[in-house]
């Protein structure tokens, strides 16, 4: 197989679970350098483990709360430590809090996702640039097919997605100057461990699955490969692309759906 980023420095925030452990996979699957990173100790552990018995590339794990600046810059600077250089960041790291109405968000709730979900790629970003201009290297910000076209009770985490692709198009024309490229993928339903959990936590979790594949044109979830490989396109392959959102739908998007709330008088009392 050819190796399609062999021996770039790559960084993935969020790598022990979900879309960022499908890019470690990809990654060193195709030769890269990947330093990683996630609160999880035990499961990052395992997944370093698990790619480095397998090659041909490498994986270090790297503790970090991604809500705490100095780790983050820990990442950045243990990672320039060992390799003397950075390729690539995948901004990953984020979650999805339960589905209420605005009416039960608190101030505070916002306040703390905003900085889980998008102070932290800034971060990311801000302490890894000087080290990316040097290689001419780029930028992958993982936002979600709900920041453009909305999604029920998560004005929170939608609002935080959304802000994901304006600031990689605002990233993407300031760094251009120095051919560093920022991109952004949008995934819809891929099928992930809190995917899982959030179907369990419902009344019929077949049910919840089935509705959840139903939403896609190919009648079927992602898989977290299908997101490692998208990201490593906009790595390896989309060298004039910059400032762009790349789909990772199944055409969820597309067509008509069954959308309207209003089938009852009331429904909103």
């Known amino acids: 197989m050819a190796l399609r980023y062999k021996d770039k420095v790559t960084i993935v925030t969020g790598g022990s679970k ?12 195709h030769g890269a350098k990947v330093v990683f990173c996630a609160r999880g100790e035990k499961d990052g552990k395992a997944v370093e483990a698990e790619v480095n018995a397998k090659g041909p590339g490498e994986a270090t794990f790297i503790p970090c709360d991604v809500t705490k600046e100095d780790q983050i810059m ?3 600077d243990q990672t320039v430590k060992k390799y003397g250089r950075i390729d690539c960041l995948i901004n990953n790291a984020g979650r999805h809090p339960p589905f209420h109405p605005i009416d039960d968000f608190s101030a505070e709730d916002f306040r703390q996702l905003l900085n889980m979900n998008l102070v932290n790629y800034f971060l990311f970003a801000k302490y890894s640039l000087p080290h990316l201009r040097k ?3 780029n930028i ?6 709900v920041g453009q076209i909305g999604q029920l009770e998560a004005v929170t985490y939608v609002s935080t997605k959304g802000a994901i692709t ?3 198009k605002a990233l993407a024309i300031d760094e251009a100057k120095y051919n560093v490229r920022v991109n952004s993928i949008a995934p819809g339903n891929i099928w992930t461990p809190m995917w899982a959990e959030g179907a369990e936590s419902t009344e019929n979790a077949e049910a919840t699955v089935k509705a959840g594949e139903n939403c896609q044109l ?5 898989t977290i490969e299908e997101s490692g490989l ?3 396109y906009l790595a390896a392959d ?4 910059t400032g762009i959102e790349l789909n990772l739908s199944g055409g969820a998007e597309l067509s008509y759906g069954n959308k309207s709330r209003m089938s009852g008088k009331g429904v909103y009392d």
């Open 18 to 29: 979900g879309i960022g452990k499908g890019c470690v996979e990809v990654f060193v699957r």
């Open 74 to 76: 820990n990442v950045i």
């Open 135 to 137: 290689t001419q290297g």
């Open 140 to 145: 992958i910000n993982d936002s979600s097919l």
């Open 166 to 168: 304006a600031m990689t």
């Open 218 to 222: 190919l009648g079927r979830m992602g």
């Open 230 to 232: 998208a990201c490593l």
């Open 238 to 241: 989309a060298t004039f692309c």
